[in-house]
T-cell receptor, first 115, second 112 residues
Framework: ETGVTQTPRHLVMGMTNKKSLKCEQH?????MYWYKQSAKKPLELMFV???????ENNSVPSRFSPECPNSSHLFLHLHTLQPEDSALYLC??????????????FGPGTRLTVT | GESVGLHLPTLSVQEGDNSIINCAYS??????FIWYKQESGKGPQFIID?????DKRQGQRVTVLLNKTVKHLSLQIAATQPGDSAVYFC???????????FGAGTRLFVKA
């Protein structure tokens, strides 16, 4: 309903698995974001892409690997995760950054559990 | 040891009353501020924003106040309704920048 969809909505994976989260926006935006929301910390920015170029990596461990093939799609590739990575992963999009500020539109999130 | 979750401040109001949610932001250089609402099972949803050259902005049933002197934001909701029950986050940005910093959030309960 926000124009940002995320799949899967729920994911359970073992520490040795490799999985990917997908985000798609239908709003014509050029900036896309990954956030982590856990029970222990406020919403944390992970990555930002502006016109498909990564502009922000907020000291995220390399076991999280983002990919932005075009302005409408964003992926988060996961491998060798730890139990503390269990959280809600939120994708967002906005109009392009740089000269103006615009609100972000969030997807419903993927609830990730690492066992 | 036992894991402890984030303890969110909680505000409980009667339906029809006005609500005021407060937020202290961290960076004195931030010049764009946003309030988001997050309902259970959903992502955050934009409510209202304000730039640092303003101290007040009104929307439909909502008003944001900005006090840069003490780095304080507030969100006022008029005639609070049960559908307003959610977690409310303030967020700050440097104008034109990419990094948005979110506050911990406040949980609003509306009693019918």
């Amino acid at each position: 309903e926000t124009g940002v969809t995320q799949t899967p909505r729920h994911l359970v994976m073992g520490m040795t698995n490799k999985k990917s989260l997908k985000c798609e926006q239908h709003l014509g935006h050029n900036a896309m974001y990954w956030y982590k929301q856990s029970a222990k910390k406020p919403l944390e920015l992970m990555f930002v892409y502006n016109f498909k170029e990564q502009t922000e990596n907020n000291s995220v461990p390399s076991r999280f690997s983002p990919e932005c093939p075009n302005s409408s799609h964003l992926f988060l590739h996961l491998h060798t995760l730890q139990p503390e990575d269990s959280a809600l992963y939120l994708c967002a999009s906005s109009q392009e950054r740089g000269t103006e500020n615009y609100e972000q539109y969030f997807g419903p999130g993927t609830r990730l559990t690492v066992t | 040891g036992e894991s402890v979750g984030l303890h969110l401040p909680t505000l409980s109001v009667q339906e029809g009353d006005n609500s005021i949610i407060n937020c202290a932001y961290s960076n004195s250089a931030s010049d764009y501020f946003i309030w988001y609402k997050q309902e259970s099972g959903k992502g955050p949803q934009f409510i209202i924003d304000i730039r640092s050259n303003m101290d007040k902005r009104q929307g439909q049933r909502v008003t944001v106040l900005l006090n840069k002197t003490v780095k304080h934001l507030s969100l006022q909701i008029a005639a609070t309704q049960p559908g307003d029950s959610a977690v409310y986050f303030c967020a700050e940005n440097l104008f034109g920048g990419f990094k948005t910093i979110f506050g911990a959030g406040t949980r609003l309960f509306v009693k019918a």
